[in-house]
T-cell receptor, first 115, second 115 residues
């Protein structure tokens, strides 16, 4: 069964450094998402992406964050200058169609640890 | 602002018995609800969903019930199996206003099914 894959599984970065989290969505999917889960808290929406542009973003997704689909397969989340509070699990998700009854499929996440 | 609430952080059930996981929501614009299952070190896996035009959806051992007037949904697993032990997330979305279907998650309920 097709899967969303995320790399790396764990990223350790010094505060203030840039980090890029990578995702390969399911190949025929058109809608892409990033979520995060801070330890002990709920999964939170960050951003949605369709047709090479951001569709929606949350308050969390400030100027330090950016997303890109640099080629036909990868979908990346960049944090320009990381802060301690960026430490979290970051999940990428994708779905095929805009219809609300299409579930989003999630990757296994990247654990980001900011030191 | 907890738009989706799972008030039970954990639930323990004997193998073969019924597991009932509950979820409440506050936003009347939500029109689609999903349950995801999550094992440690993995991403959320889609389990079952229900549209707001229905009050029940069944898939094998899993049934989701929706009570719109009470803004409440529940996931029934019967019979429960040890492999069902995981964290279960309730999620909701609104398709209104051109939303791309960003999921709003509850905090999750950890289900333990004992042999």
């Amino acid at each position: 069964e097709p899967e969303v894959t995320q790399t790396p599984s764990h990223q350790v970065t010094q505060m203030g450094q840039e980090v890029i989290l990578r995702c390969v969505p399911i190949s025929n999917h058109l809608y892409f998402y990033w979520y995060r889960q801070i330890l002990g808290q709920k999964v939170e929406f960050l951003v949605s992406f369709y047709n090479n542009e951001i569709s929606e973003k949350s308050e969390i997704f400030d100027d330090q964050f950016s997303v890109e689909r640099p080629d036909g397969s990868n979908f990346t989340l960049k944090i320009r200058s990381t802060k301690l509070e960026d430490s979290a699990m970051y999940f990428c998700a994708s779905k095929f169609h805009d219809s609300s009854n299409q579930p989003q499929h999630f990757g296994d996440g990247t654990r980001l640890s900011i030191l | 602002d907890q738009q989706v609430k799972q008030n039970s952080p954990s639930l323990s059930v004997q193998e073969g018995r019924i597991s009932i996981l509950n979820c409440d929501y506050t936003n009347s614009m939500f029109d689609y609800f999903l349950w995801y299952k999550k094992y440690p070190a993995e991403g959320p896996t889609f389990l079952i969903s229900i549209s707001s035009i229905k009050d029940k959806n069944e898939d094998g051992r899993f049934t989701v019930f929706l009570n719109k007037s009470a803004k409440h949904l529940s996931l029934h697993i019967v019979p429960s199996q040890p492999g069902d032990s995981a964290v279960y997330f309730c999620a909701a979305l609104s398709s209104y206003g051109g939303s791309q279907g960003n999921l709003i998650f509850g905090k999750g309920t950890k289900l333990s099914v004992k042999p």
